[in-house]
């Protein structure tokens, strides 16, 4: 059972670059999240999706695009990267409860994408 | 917009002595997580609080949740080197099906 994971772990592009980082659960969760962790930032959440085929803007959007085509996967897209988007970037999943506590659930998270953009 | 605070941001302990980090929000919460991220790590989810003045311990670790619901704190007993990293609160707002995280407070421990 391997949980959240990230691919690539570690990514260099030039300024102007395109470029898709994946993210895949194996946990049958339906919430899906995608951060990014700047020093002195915290987590600041890009885009999430509640299930197949939605996706929704968080805090920080701009100059990113998602899809969750599958249930299994998350996918972040770059689509011409500025050294601003250096950051380490977390996918986190997360399952829905039901039966009268709709509460968010834990997060599990995946190791991380380190990407630099010179 | 809808906030958390967490303080202190970093704190620098001799290992045996106690730590607290404190989270407050602007608003009323449903529930309120914690995680711990590792150095180079990932955050990593430890409890979840979501009755009013609600306490929950986990061996040397006490989490507790205020009675207005509101605020949160997390308190090491005698911290030892294995608790070194960031602590992460994390708030619901409703049925809102995002997390509202605090920056987190950062603790080192001097063996």
Redesign the interface.
């Given at each position: 059972n391997a949980g959240v994971t990230q691919t690539p772990k570690f990514r260099v592009l030039k300024t102007g670059q395109s470029m898709t980082l994946l993210c895949a659960q194996d946990m049958n969760h339906e919430?899906m999240?995608w951060y990014r962790q700047d020093p002195?930032?915290?987590?600041?959440?890009i885009h999430?999706s509640?299930g197949e085929g939605t996706t929704a803007k968080?805090e920080v959007p701009d100059g990113y695009n998602v899809s969750r085509l599958k249930k299994q996967n998350f996918l972040l897209g770059l689509e011409s990267a500025a050294p601003s988007q250096t950051s380490v970037y977390?996918c986190?999943s997360s399952y829905l409860r039901t039966g009268g506590f709709?509460?968010?659930?834990?997060?599990?998270?995946?190791?991380?994408t380190r990407l630099s953009i010179l | 917009g809808q906030q958390v605070m967490q303080i202190p941001q970093y704190q620098h302990v001799q290992e045996g002595e106690d730590f607290t980090t404190y989270c407050n929000s602007s608003t009323t919460l449903s529930n309120i997580q914690w995680y711990k991220q590792r150095p180079g790590g990932h955050p990593v989810f430890l409890i979840q609080l979501v009755k009013s003045g609600e306490v929950k311990k986990q061996k040397r670790l006490t989490f507790q949740f205020g009675e207005a619901k509101k605020n949160s704190s997390l308190h090491i007993t005698a911290t030892q080197t294995t608790d070194v990293g960031t602590y992460f609160c994390a708030g619901q707002a409703g049925n809102n099906r995002k997390l509202i995280w605090g920056l987190g407070t950062s603790l080192a421990v001097n063996p």
């Amino acid at each position: 059972n391997a949980g959240v994971t990230q691919t690539p772990k570690f990514r260099v592009l030039k300024t102007g670059q395109s470029m898709t980082l994946l993210c895949a659960q194996d946990m049958n969760h339906e919430y899906m999240y995608w951060y990014r962790q700047d020093p002195g930032m915290g987590l600041r959440l890009i885009h999430y999706s509640v299930g197949e085929g939605t996706t929704a803007k968080g805090e920080v959007p701009d100059g990113y695009n998602v899809s969750r085509l599958k249930k299994q996967n998350f996918l972040l897209g770059l689509e011409s990267a500025a050294p601003s988007q250096t950051s380490v970037y977390f996918c986190a999943s997360s399952y829905l409860r039901t039966g009268g506590f709709e509460g968010t659930q834990p997060q599990h998270f995946g190791d991380g994408t380190r990407l630099s953009i010179l | 917009g809808q906030q958390v605070m967490q303080i202190p941001q970093y704190q620098h302990v001799q290992e045996g002595e106690d730590f607290t980090t404190y989270c407050n929000s602007s608003t009323t919460l449903s529930n309120i997580q914690w995680y711990k991220q590792r150095p180079g790590g990932h955050p990593v989810f430890l409890i979840q609080l979501v009755k009013s003045g609600e306490v929950k311990k986990q061996k040397r670790l006490t989490f507790q949740f205020g009675e207005a619901k509101k605020n949160s704190s997390l308190h090491i007993t005698a911290t030892q080197t294995t608790d070194v990293g960031t602590y992460f609160c994390a708030g619901q707002a409703g049925n809102n099906r995002k997390l509202i995280w605090g920056l987190g407070t950062s603790l080192a421990v001097n063996p």
